[in-house]
């Protein structure tokens, strides 16, 4: 999947050309790994591009630099503009972005505080990430063999790009045995999250997730599908799930901002119930995008826009 690159990225409050966004190869986050960020998606609206729960995220991502002391520098008001800004420069009807907080250029040492804070905002635009056939069809997972990071060792609450080592194994070996992605256990062996994503499954009529002690990211589409699924009348629990339920699900699917919401049509080659998108997982689906499109009223502050709309 190569990048699709956009005119403009924004940087400390300015706006630079996509190609002069460049950093030194003795950066603090590239050496050591200070690095926090956020992936949040704007879409194409009736009323002009809205950002799904900006706000969630830039708070997401002021939780994780708090964790790791490092201070932004901006408020989540200048944040949000700063978005707003971006997508308006770079013409975008729809598009990803990826805002970056890292230590740059300053000292070597383990300890970062001598290394400035840079923050940079990149949009471009960014099919689903499993593919659009993924989501009608479903995808083919498998449990990893990889653990997840434990709340001790690296938080999986702090989006921190150090934790996505740990992702990389997990889809590494996946894709390597031909599976589209893979599902990581915590330390207790129950099931915590895809590499980039959370999972639900269905049984029985009752939607079941991981709790947030189960290694996971408290990820801003699970809150969503959860509130959605409570609004269509479903029960929904968060509860720690043992591997074998998996495979007994009769539905399940991944949730995420770049993966929306995707089914799961096989795990470890035994099929989820019928082997394809089952109805509950269609209804979420359907809620979710007519609320993503501004097809169907958003509860709160869920969709924000990126141009004043006209009142007449
Ligand atoms: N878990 C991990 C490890 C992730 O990287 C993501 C993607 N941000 C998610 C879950 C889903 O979180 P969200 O719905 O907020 O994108």
Known sequence: MTIQTARIIWH???LLDWDDARIHVMTHGLNHASVLFEGIRCYATPRGPAFFRLRD???RLYDSCK???MEPGWSVEELTAAC???VEANQFSECYLRPLVFRGYGSFGINPLASPVEVYIASWRWETYLG???????IDACVSSWTRMTPNSLPPTAKAAANYMNSQLITLEAQANGFAEGIALDQQGMVSEGSAQNIFLVRGGEIHTPPSASSILPGITRDSVMQIARRLGYR???EAIPRAALYLADEIFFTGTATEITPVRSIDRISIGRGMRGPITTAIQSAFFAITGGRQEAPGDWLTFARPISTR
């Open 67 to 69: 964790v790791y002391r």
């Open 84 to 86: 707003i800004a971006l």
């Open 236 to 238: 929904v629990r968060e």
């Open 57 to 59: 995220h830039l708070e």
């Open 132 to 138: 659009p056939e993924a989501l009608e069809h479903g």
């Open 12 to 14: 400390n409050g300015n």
